[in-house]
């Protein structure tokens, strides 16, 4: 089965600076997809960026991009210009590939940003 | 285009309660799923869904029953509610794995 491991509970940046926060996985498949999501004090679960592994290229959404490094299982997320409305629990979560065990995400336990202003 | 849609989105049950949580959405997902989140566990599948007519078990799926009649909606019926079922609950959808899911704003439940 895989896991998904968030080594940071809780991490803060200053306003303007940037942050990254760290995701490793462990798996014996090839091919998957991988996210981050954020949750605000509201709850609500929103999807930040995505990474397909078969991808090399790093995927970026605007300030948030990723560093994936496949050989090592590691998925990081760096926000720059961290903002405010950046503070959230960020959750790394994995997604496999292959029918009939897809249908689910593995989530890590979550790191908590705190921006500070 | 509204999304997820779960109802309530706070509920108290007494002991050996039952209730029903109310999940919806409209955007023709095939896959549906029942997350609940606790402090320091992150999220856990509790049942998940490939399609109508097609249910099966997550990790924690004690205590909770889901049936998929149509593509829409996914309830998930709590059989007589206990303590170690406070938490928050949260549907999610999705159309394809590249995807990701889409989730809904969560239901909190308490049970006394």
């Known amino acids: 089965a895989q896991t998904v491991t968030q080594s940071q509970p809780e991490m803060s940046v200053q306003e303007a600076e940037t942050v990254t926060l760290s995701c490793t996985y462990d798996t014996s498949e090839s091919d998957y997809y991988l996210f981050w999501y954020k949750q605000p004090p509201s709850r609500q679960m929103i999807l930040v960026i995505r990474q397909e592994a078969y991808k090399q290229q790093n995927a970026t959404e605007n300030r948030f991009s990723v560093n994936f490094q496949k050989a090592a299982k590691s998925f990081s997320l760096k926000i720059s210009d961290s903002q405010l409305g950046d503070a959230a629990m960020y959750f790394c979560?994995?997604?496999?590939?292959?029918?009939?065990?897809?249908?689910?995400?593995?989530f890590g336990k979550g790191t908590l940003l705190t921006v500070n202003p | 285009n509204a999304g997820v849609t779960q109802t309530p989105k706070f509920q108290v049950l007494k002991t050996g309660q039952s209730m029903t949580l109310q999940c919806a959405q409209d955007?023709?997902?095939?896959?549906m799923s029942w997350y609940r989140q606790d402090p320091g566990m992150g999220l856990r599948l509790i049942h998940y869904s490939v399609g109508a007519g097609i249910t099966d078990q997550g990790e924690v799926p004690n205590g909770y029953n889901v049936s998929r009649s149509t593509t829409e909606d996914f309830p998930l019926r709590l059989l007589s509610a206990a303590p170690s079922q406070t938490s928050v609950y949260f549907c999610?959808?999705?159309?394809?794995?590249?995807?990701?899911?889409?989730f809904g704003s969560g239901t909190r439940l308490t049970v006394v």
């Open positions: 955007m023709n997902h095939e896959y």
């Open positions: 999610a959808s999705s159309s394809g794995l590249r995807h990701g899911y889409t």
């Open positions: 979560a994995y997604r496999s590939a292959p029918s009939g065990s897809n249908y689910k995400l593995t």
